[in-house]
C-alpha cells in the first residue's frame, strides 16, 4: 500500500511540474548607489515625472463644464456598507477645513508647488464657497511631519490631502484622530485602510491589465524585465500571481538597477537561446532607460516583430516615440484627452506644466468639493465619494471603495512612429 502512495506522488510530480513557474532571475546592474524605495513606490517614473493618475472630461463649452462626472442618483442601486461611526455624524461646519500635507521645501518641493496650485484650481473651477484649505510643509522627516499633522489637527480640519508618500501616510493615520479621512497620494496599496486612501495608480491593477491584454494576443510564454527595488517587487510579485491565473508562462526575470546610467552591459546578460520560447517581453521601465533596454534587447535579436513588447504605464512618455525596438508595442495607461485639456487650462494660470500627480490632487478636491455640497456630514460625505457606480475625473474612470482601494480603469496603446493610438478601452 505504502508503494502505491509512493508512486501516486510521484505520477503527481511528473504531472504538474510543467504548472509550476519555472523562472531565472538575472542582475543586470550592481546597484550604484542607495535607492529611495518609497520614492518608487509613488510610481515607476520616480522623482517630477510620476505616473499618471487620473482624468476630467474634455468640454467645448467651458462655461458648462463638468469638473468631475458624478452619478445620477439611484435609489434602488446597492451601495457599499456605511463606514460612518458616531464621530462622522457630527455635522459639518459652515466652512469645512481640509488640510493639505505637501512637500514645501527640500528636493521635493518642486512637487508640492505643483500640487497645491492644482488644489486651487480645483477649488476656483468648483466655486467651492464651503472650503478652506489650509496647507502646512510635511518637511524631510518623520517629526516635521508630526508636528504639521497635529497643526492640522488643532486647526480643526475635517479631511487631510496628502501626505505624498506612504510611510509618510501610514504615520500620520496613527497620529490624528480615525474620524478625519486622509487621501494620500501614494499607490503603496499595503497601508491602505479604512480613513486612508492610496489615491495614486495601482502596479498590481497595472499588472492585470496589462496581463489581459496578454491574452488578447494570445501569449502563452513571456521573460520580463524589471527594476530592483520594491516597486519592482511588487510588479514581480503580481505577474507571478497573474501568471498563474491567466496561464502565461514566465521564463526569465531580468533585474536592473533604477538609478543605472550605463546600460553598455545589458546586452550580454539577455540569453536569446533562453528567450526563443517567448512570445512576449514584459519591459517595466520608462523614458532613456525603457529607450536603452528595448534597443539592446532588438540588437540581442529579440525582434518586436517576432516577440511582442508590452509596458505599463511608465511607457506613457513621448520621449520614447521614434524608438524602432518598440514600434508596435503595446501598453496600458489611463485616458488621456482630458488630462491634456487640464494641462492647458493649468499652463494658462501658472505658466507651467504641472506634474502629472496633480491630476490626482485636482480631481480628489473637485470630487470633494461636489460631494459637500449636499453633505451634512462625514458619513453623508463618504458614502457620496464610496458610490459603487464610480466618477470620471481627469485620467477616466475610477471608484472609491470603504476600504481604502481607488481602482481604475486602463486602456490600451499602441506604440506608433509619432504617436500612441488607443487600441481597447
Same mark, same amino acid.
Given at each position: 500500500?505504502?508503494?502505491?502512495f509512493?508512486?501516486?506522488f510521484?505520477?503527481?510530480?511528473?504531472?504538474?511540474?510543467?504548472?509550476?513557474?519555472?523562472?531565472?532571475?538575472?542582475?543586470?546592474?550592481?546597484?550604484? &548607489? %542607495? $535607492?529611495?524605495? #518609497?520614492?518608487? !513606490?509613488?510610481n515607476?517614473?520616480? /522623482?517630477?515625472?510620476? @505616473?499618471? =493618475?487620473?482624468?476630467?472630461?474634455?468640454?467645448?463649452n467651458?462655461?458648462?463644464?463638468?469638473?468631475?462626472?458624478?452619478?445620477?442618483?439611484? &435609489? %434602488? $442601486?446597492?451601495? #457599499?456598507?456605511? !463606514?460612518?461611526?458616531?464621530?462622522? /455624524?457630527e455635522?459639518? @461646519?459652515e =466652512?469645512?477645513?481640509?488640510?493639505v500635507l505637501?512637500p514645501?521645501?527640500?528636493k521635493?518641493?518642486?512637487?508640492?508647488?505643483?500640487?497645491?496650485n492644482?488644489?486651487?484650481?480645483a477649488l476656483?473651477?468648483t466655486?467651492?464657497?464651503?472650503?478652506k484649505?489650509?496647507?502646512?510643509?510635511?518637511?524631510?522627516?518623520?517629526?516635521?511631519?508630526?508636528?504639521?499633522?497635529?497643526?492640522?489637527?488643532?486647526?480643526?480640519?475635517?479631511i487631510?490631502?496628502?501626505?505624498?508618500?506612504?510611510?509618510?501616510?501610514a504615520m500620520?493615520r496613527k497620529?490624528?484622530?480615525?474620524?478625519?479621512?486622509?487621501?494620500?497620494?501614494?499607490?503603496?496599496?499595503?497601508?491602505?485602510?479604512?480613513?486612508?486612501?492610496?489615491?495614486g495608480?495601482?502596479?498590481?491593477?497595472?499588472?492585470?491589465?496589462i496581463?489581459?491584454e496578454?491574452?488578447?494576443?494570445?501569449?502563452t510564454?513571456?521573460?520580463?524585465?524589471?527594476?530592483?527595488?520594491?516597486?519592482?517587487?511588487?510588479i514581480?510579485q503580481?505577474?507571478?500571481?497573474?501568471?498563474?491565473?491567466?496561464?502565461?508562462?514566465?521564463n526569465?526575470?531580468?533585474?536592473?538597477?533604477?538609478?543605472?546610467?550605463d546600460?553598455?552591459?545589458?546586452?550580454?546578460?539577455?540569453?536569446?537561446?533562453?528567450?526563443?520560447?517567448d512570445?512576449?517581453?514584459l519591459?517595466?521601465?520608462?523614458?532613456?532607460?525603457?529607450?536603452?533596454i528595448s534597443s539592446?534587447?532588438q540588437?540581442?535579436?529579440?525582434?518586436?516583430k517576432k516577440i511582442?513588447?508590452?509596458?505599463?504605464?511608465?511607457?506613457?512618455?513621448?520621449?520614447?516615440?521614434?524608438e524602432?525596438a518598440?514600434?508596435g508595442g503595446y501598453?496600458?495607461?489611463?485616458?488621456?484627452?482630458?488630462?491634456?485639456?487640464?494641462?492647458?487650462?493649468?499652463?494658462?494660470?501658472?505658466d507651467m506644466?504641472?506634474?502629472?500627480i496633480?491630476?490626482?490632487?485636482?480631481?480628489?478636491?473637485?470630487?470633494?468639493?461636489?460631494?459637500?455640497?449636499?453633505?451634512?456630514?462625514?458619513?453623508?460625505?463618504l458614502n457620496f465619494?464610496?458610490?459603487p457606480?464610480?466618477?470620471?475625473?481627469?485620467?477616466?474612470?475610477?471608484k472609491?471603495?470603504?476600504?481604502?482601494?481607488v481602482?481604475?480603469?486602463f486602456i490600451?496603446?499602441?506604440?506608433?512612429?509619432?504617436?500612441?493610438?488607443?487600441k481597447?478601452?
Open positions: 500500500m505504502k508503494y502505491l509512493l508512486i501516486l510521484l505520477l503527481f510530480i511528473s504531472c504538474s511540474k510543467d504548472s509550476f513557474i519555472k523562472e531565472e532571475i538575472v542582475l543586470i546592474e550592481e546597484k550604484q &548607489e %542607495t $535607492i529611495n524605495n #518609497e520614492a518608487d !513606490i509613488i515607476e517614473q520616480e /522623482k517630477i515625472n510620476n @505616473d499618471k =493618475i487620473i482624468t476630467p472630461i474634455e468640454k467645448k467651458r462655461d458648462n463644464e463638468k469638473i468631475i462626472e458624478t452619478p445620477k442618483p439611484i &435609489e %434602488t $442601486i446597492k451601495k #457599499e456598507k456605511s !463606514i460612518g461611526t458616531k464621530d462622522y /455624524k455635522p459639518f @461646519d =466652512i469645512v477645513k481640509i488640510g505637501l514645501f521645501s527640500g521635493n518641493k518642486k512637487l508640492g508647488h505643483s500640487i497645491s492644482a488644489l486651487e484650481m476656483f473651477e466655486k467651492s464657497q464651503n472650503i484649505l489650509i496647507f502646512r510643509d510635511s518637511g524631510e522627516n518623520l517629526e516635521m511631519l508630526a508636528k504639521a499633522s497635529k497643526d492640522l489637527e488643532k486647526e480643526g480640519v475635517a487631510i490631502i496628502g501626505p505624498v508618500f506612504s510611510f509618510q501616510a500620520i497620529k490624528v484622530k480615525i474620524n478625519i479621512p486622509i487621501f494620500s497620494f501614494t499607490n503603496d496599496e499595503s497601508i491602505k485602510s479604512e480613513g486612508l486612501w492610496t489615491l495608480f495601482s502596479p498590481k491593477q497595472q499588472i492585470e491589465a496581463f489581459l496578454m491574452l488578447n494576443h494570445s501569449i510564454d513571456i521573460s520580463i524585465i524589471a527594476p530592483e527595488n520594491i516597486y519592482g517587487d511588487i514581480l503580481e505577474s507571478r500571481k497573474m501568471s498563474i491565473l491567466k496561464n502565461i508562462q514566465i526569465q526575470i531580468y533585474r536592473y538597477d533604477r538609478k543605472a546610467k546600460f553598455s552591459k545589458f546586452s550580454k546578460y539577455l540569453n536569446k537561446d533562453n528567450l526563443l520560447r512570445n512576449g517581453l519591459i517595466i521601465a520608462s523614458g532613456k532607460q525603457l529607450r536603452e539592446r534587447a540588437y540581442k535579436g529579440l525582434s518586436p511582442k513588447y508590452f509596458g505599463i504605464s511608465g511607457w506613457n512618455d513621448d520621449e520614447i516615440l521614434g524602432p518598440l514600434l501598453f496600458i495607461a489611463p485616458q488621456q484627452h482630458s488630462y491634456e485639456t487640464f494641462v492647458s487650462r493649468y499652463f494658462k494660470l501658472y506644466i504641472p506634474n502629472e496633480s491630476g490626482l490632487a485636482y480631481d480628489i478636491l473637485a470630487l470633494l468639493s461636489i460631494g459637500l455640497k449636499d453633505s451634512n456630514n462625514m458619513d453623508e460625505l465619494l464610496t458610490n457606480i464610480g466618477f470620471n475625473g481627469i485620467f477616466g474612470f475610477f472609491i471603495s470603504s476600504h481604502g482601494d481602482l481604475r480603469k490600451t496603446y499602441e506604440v506608433m512612429e509619432r504617436n500612441f493610438v488607443i481597447s478601452k
